[in-house]
């Protein structure tokens, strides 16, 4: 019977979608016979583990079992977990270890001014993501490169719909579009770690399931992102293709929102992509001012 925590059943989660992408071959065992499923079995797993099958497997459906260190250290070896992966498994399974809070503080998410300030200053495209990816601020420069965000309703800011919305971004062309899913639901998954049951990454995750099935097949990974930096390619008519390497800052609050900034190698032509687009977008802001200064 399955644990009504919902670390236990995260944890349960997060070990099945690693076992499954283990083969035999990889762990130094012999496949052995038809197989139903594609990674190791639960008794291979327990066998590597040095763990008895019917213990791995309570562990893996969530049951009441409260796994020490020592378990969980043979669990990741097991699994060949690199260090990210290893800190997630640690922190999912300590916290199935402690009784819910009666409640839970989940005050609305705050940009500081002093953050607010920060951005206006950076001449770089910066905006500032909550912890469930939801875009609470942003820059001019973000702006001329994303498109205006105060466009669309609130609920709808939100990093991974608008990246699985193909009619905003139209990015699937693109081809680094895969990594940058993977990146933005890693960040999503870490942020599910510290709370399954916030309800603002349940209506994200649950919308996307309905209506995405790539969404469901990136999602099943279960992988996870604790700090995020990569390489992206924007497709911007203006100025054509744009590729810009962008990082994430944490900012102050337990957990609290980041700073996601694009940049672009100095004297690059995508640097230059950069500034013109700047440029184009500073000369459109002066004729729409002057137009209603004349009117």
């Given at each position: 019977m399955?644990s ?5 059943r995260?944890?349960g989660d997060f070990?099945?979608?690693?076992r ?11 496949p ?6 594609s990674g ?6 327990a066998l590597?583990a040095?763990?008895?099958t019917?213990?791995?497997q309570?562990i ?5 079992v ?6 969980l250290e043979?669990?990741?070896g097991?699994l060949g977990?690199d260090?990210e992966e290893?800190?997630h498994?640690?922190?999912l399974?300590?916290?199935?270890r402690?009784p819910?809070?009666?409640r839970?503080?989940?005050?609305p998410?705050?940009?500081p ?7 206006r200053?950076v001449?770089t495209?910066?905006?500032?993501l909550?912890r469930h990816?939801?875009v609470?601020d942003?820059n ?7 498109g205006?965000?105060?466009d669309?309703s609130p609920?709808?800011l939100n990093?991974?719909l ?7 971004t139209?990015e699937r062309?693109c ?8 990146d933005?639901?890693g ?6 770690a510290?709370?399954?049951t916030?309800?603002?990454a349940?209506a ?7 209506r995405?099935?790539e969404?469901r097949r990136?999602w ?8 995020v930096?990569?390489?992206k390619?924007?497709?911007v008519?203006e100025?054509?293709?744009v ?9 102050p ?9 694009f940049?672009?190698e100095p004297?690059?032509a ?7 687009l ?5 000369t ?5 001012e002057?137009r209603s200064a004349?009117?």
């Amino acid at each position: 019977m399955s644990s009504g925590h919902p670390y236990a059943r995260e944890l349960g989660d997060f070990l099945r979608a690693r076992r499954g992408r283990l083969s035999p071959h990889e762990v130094g065992l012999e496949p052995g016979g038809r197989r139903r499923v594609s990674g190791l079995r639960r008794e291979e797993l327990a066998l590597l583990a040095g763990l008895s099958t019917d213990y791995y497997q309570r562990i893996e459906q969530g049951r009441e079992v409260r796994p020490s260190d020592d378990v969980l250290e043979a669990i990741a070896g097991a699994l060949g977990l690199d260090g990210e992966e290893c800190r997630h498994l640690f922190a999912l399974a300590r916290a199935a270890r402690r009784p819910l809070p009666g409640r839970v503080d989940r005050a609305p998410e705050r940009v500081p001014e002093s953050t607010r300030r920060l951005l206006r200053v950076v001449d770089t495209p910066a905006v500032v993501l909550g912890r469930h990816l939801d875009v609470l601020d942003w820059n001019p420069m973000a702006e001329a490169l994303l498109g205006d965000p105060g466009d669309r309703s609130p609920d709808r800011l939100n990093m991974l719909l608008l990246l699985f919305d193909d009619a905003v971004t139209g990015e699937r062309s693109c081809p680094d579009w895969e990594r940058q899913a993977l990146d933005y639901i890693g960040m999503m998954r870490a942020a599910v770690a510290t709370d399954p049951t916030h309800p603002r990454a349940a209506a994200v995750v649950g919308e996307l399931s309905i209506r995405s099935a790539e969404f469901r097949r990136l999602w099943a990974r279960h992988d996870v992102r604790e700090s995020v930096s990569g390489t992206k390619t924007f497709r911007v008519p203006e100025v054509g293709d744009v590729v810009l390497d962008w990082d994430t800052y944490p900012l102050p609050g337990n957990p609290g929102p980041v700073m996601l900034v694009f940049t672009a190698e100095p004297g690059s032509a995508d640097a230059d992509r950069l500034e013109l687009l700047a440029s184009l977008r500073a000369t459109r802001s002066a004729f729409v001012e002057g137009r209603s200064a004349g009117s």
